[in-house]
């Protein structure tokens, strides 16, 4: 078991938090948040709130869950240790970066968890491929170590469609509420008519995007007709285009 501390207690830290929970492992987390550090404190008993150089000092493993300016700003006073392994969930700051503001810290990853980490069917990337990743979360999630850091950071800028696609489906449950009166029911059926493709994505041998989309694409068809005018419209132009914007910012950070 192992003494892991949290820098920054955000969404994905709570995450993170609450899927090692119950592990037998003493978790420090910071007080940033303080509100948040104090619900995990008082649901599970292993967890402690402490200041950063106390967490930094008693953990074996740091997780660092601060937006970039922040860690940026604090990460170079506090106490690291040749011995000690630090893991980054930050999108903007390189491994090599990582190493020169924790020196001596002695081993550095970076890894993309999300909140539905916990249910143990979502993909956590990471690099390199580090030990203390594979032993905390293998149970919880599948394991992707990636080849170099730049391919991390493709998978970083990827995650990004989160948000884009359920802004999508947000504004189609709105225009169908209004013409089934509801619109919980509305959300249920968009959550589950997509769920329903997904599942049958993940499944092993899995059909691929191109089997889905071909049979979806009749000729004259409601699916292919609106794929049609998102096309005109140059909706897959703008969503290449800002993937490569995204790509662009991670390189120059």
């Not at 967490?55 to 006073?77: D, F, H, K, M, T």
């Not at 029911?185 to 008519?193: P, S």
């Not at 059909?207 to 998102?230: C, D, H, I, Y």
Request: aromatic content about 4%; charged content about 20%.
């Amino acid at each position: 078991m192992a003494r892991i501390g949290f820098l920054g207690t955000g969404e994905i830290a709570a995450v993170l938090v609450e899927t090692l929970a119950g592990q037998g492992h003493e978790i420090l987390v910071s007080t940033r948040n303080a509100d948040r550090a104090q619900d995990l404190c008082e649901r599970f008993p292993e967890v402690r709130v402490c200041a950063n150089k106390a967490l930094v000092a008693g953990s074996e493993l740091v997780v660092v869950c601060l937006l970039p300016p922040v860690a940026r700003q604090i990460l170079g006073s506090l106490p690291f240790r040749a011995e000690q392994r630090l893991v980054s969930v930050m999108t903007d700051i390189s491994c090599a970066e990582l190493a020169t503001l924790c020196a001596p810290v002695g081993s550095v990853a970076r890894m993309i968890p999300l909140p539905t980490l916990k249910g143990g069917q979502s993909p956590l990337a990471c690099y390199p491929d580090h030990p203390d990743i594979r032993r905390l979360f293998a149970g919880q999630a599948l394991i992707l170590p990636t080849p170099d850091e730049a391919a991390l950071n493709s998978l970083f800028v990827a995650s990004a469609l989160l948000l884009p696609v359920l802004d999508q489906l947000d504004a189609a449950a709105h225009w169908l509420s209004g013409r089934i009166g509801g619109e919980r029911v509305a959300e249920q059926y968009l959550i589950r008519l997509f769920g329903s493709y997904f599942d049958r994505l993940a499944q092993d041998p899995a059909p691929g995007f191109n089997t889905v989309r071909a049979e979806l694409n009749t000729e004259g068809g409601l699916n292919q007709t609106l794929s049609k005018r998102m096309a005109e419209a140059g909706t897959p132009e703008i969503l290449v285009e800002g993937l490569e914007i995204l790509m662009h910012r991670l390189k120059a950070a």
